[in-house]
């Protein structure tokens, strides 16, 4: 017997130091309700998540600068001078200087329509010095303008990335949508495991207190003759047993622990010591199951299907893009403007509002790339690629269709064996009550008592266990049909 004592010793040092440990740390109370509404304001993969809208918004705003105007100017000097001489006549040519101030601002851009257009102007002073000196001014102001026909006419690079980028936006938002969902499930199932590990310690020392009971029992039972050696020793192995079971199960409840706060906070430092107390239940609520409605809402639902059908009309805007650009560049194209001329520099601003001095021009252009492989070729790889995707979208559906499937079976399966574990841990209980009478008589061995023992935690744990799984099992069912925000009246609200 003494070689048993040293190890239920230290056993029993060992979880009553754990015990008093856990006495000690701060406890905090908390809802299932609680620990989500913790979880979307603190956790790190949603808040992590939410930054990327933003980002897709700043690129999607900052597509718009393909429309925006952007203005130039540009002032300029030049001297020019030639030497004198004689001409073929043999009359003397003076020797010229020339002085030239220009300015010449403009404002160039393009429209939605795809039109670009020029506006410039140029207004200059020149001094010329050739035998005799003389000085003029002149202006000029002309908007030129040219309109697409074919290719980059109903979309060109700039509509083709302010489509895309908007869908991009509304593709990161529901990606918050998706990293939601999976914490909130994330939670549910860790707040329903410490439910069960938490439990399941209960249920382990229960299972210690019913091996240390029958210990001190048979300890009496061989000092008094009634009971073999043998007996006691077996008991003392069960207590030993029974030991590292509670060790074990304090071990996971405290694993346990850290799964759920890793989920609920962005500062795990400050929760490392303290113990959550569950306050819900594990209730074994029924449920209808429709299989064809929850196939039909996965459908409706997802925002991960939701996602692929945006990716599927980003292909289609790439497509189209791609489409246009096999036709031949034609354009039409237009300028206007009027000049002024004078001596002053009041007589050029007055001629061009007066319209003495107009100038126009339009025509048309055409330019047909030869072979034109680059353009075919992107097209084709546009094509192979919204094809792809189309296969993607569809095995998706698939997964979903059967991801839901298998959720159904498994809670319909973890609700029928809630009253299965249940009957057998009453059973397990009225047949260990029964073979501890009988072995008071003397009628039955500590072997048979102890192994309806261990038949009885085993019951008791699995009674927990279904009922544990039968609430991650919904909870997994909602996530697959995309209704995990829903059942828990949530909504998510994006950072603008």
């Given amino acids: 017997m003494q070689s048993y004592l040293p190890v239920i010793s230290l056993c029993t040092l060992f979880t009553m130091a754990a015990g008093a440990q856990s006495a000690e740390r701060p406890v905090r109370t908390l809802s299932l309700t609680e620990c989500i509404e913790m979880a979307l304001a603190h956790n790190l993969d949603i808040r992590i998540q939410q930054e990327t809208p933003k980002q897709d918004r700043f690129t999607l705003d900052g597509s718009y600068a393909a429309w925006d105007p952007s203005f130039t100017t540009r002032a300029t000097h030049r001297y020019s001078s030639s030497p004198g001489g004689t001409d073929t006549q043999g009359r ?23 039109m670009q257009y020029d506006l410039g102007s140029s207004f200059g002073f020149r001094d010329f010095n050739g035998g005799r000196t003389s000085s003029e001014w002149n202006s000029s102001a002309e908007i030129t303008v040219t309109q697409p026909l074919l290719k980059n006419m109903w979309i060109d690079d700039a509509r ?58 048979n300890k009496k039972r061989v ?57 819900d239940k594990l209730l074994p609520l029924p449920q209808t199951f429709d299989l064809q409605e929850s196939w039909r809402t996965g459908m409706e639902m997802r925002p991960d299907l939701e996602q692929q059908r945006i990716s599927l009309e980003k292909q289609d805007i790439q497509l189209r893009f791609n489409r246009n650009q096999l036709y031949p560049q ?62 993607r979208y569809k095995k998706l559906e698939q997964d979903t269709i059967v991801n839901i499937d298998n959720s159904v079976r498994l809670a319909q399966s973890n609700y029928e064996q809630i009253e299965s574990t249940r009957k057998a841990r009453e059973y397990a209980e009225a047949a260990l009550d029964a073979e501890q009478k009988k072995l008071a008589n003397g009628k039955s061995t500590s072997f048979v008592v102890l192994q309806l023992q261990r038949d009885l935690t085993s019951a008791r744990s699995a009674e927990i266990r279904a009922l544990a799984d039968y609430n991650k099992a919904l909870s997994t069912l909602s996530l697959n049909e995309g209704t995990t925000l829903q059942r828990n009246k949530l909504e998510v609200t994006l950072e603008r």
């Avoid at 200087?97 to 795809?114: A, C, K, R, S, Y």
């Avoid at 707040?191 to 029992?217: M, P």
Wanted: hydrophobic fraction near 40%; proline fraction near 4%; charged fraction near 20%.
């Fill in 160 to 217: 083709r990335t302010i489509l895309l980028n908007r869908r991009t936006v509304r593709s990161s938002e529901l990606g918050v949508t998706l990293q939601a969902m999976n914490t909130v499930a994330a939670v549910e199932q860790a707040y329903y495991d410490l439910i069960f590990n938490e439990e399941n310690v209960k249920v382990q020392q229960s299972a210690l207190g019913l091996a240390q009971r029958l210990l001190s029992e």
């Fill in 92 to 114: 003397a040519v003076p020797s010229t200087e020339q002085n030239t101030e220009t300015v010449t601002p403009g404002l160039t851009g393009v429209l939605p329509t795809g």
């Fill in 223 to 279: 000092e008094v003759g009634a009971l073999a050696p043998l007996d006691e020793k077996q008991a003392e192995s069960q207590v030993a047993a029974r030991q590292a079971d509670l060790i074990n199960a304090q071990r996971q409840l405290a694993d346990q622990q850290n799964v759920l706060k890793k989920l609920i906070t962005d500062d795990f430092s400050v929760w490392r010591t303290v113990y959550i107390k569950p306050t």
């Fill in 330 to 391: 034609l354009d039409l194209f237009g300028s206007f403007g009027q000049n002024g001329l004078g001596p002053g520099f009041g007589n050029v601003l007055r001629d061009i509002p007066e319209g003495e001095n107009p100038v126009h021009s339009y025509g048309i252009r055409l330019t047909i790339p030869l072979g034109n492989r680059k353009a075919r070729n992107d097209y084709n790889s546009a094509k192979s690629v919204k094809e792809q995707l189309l296969l």
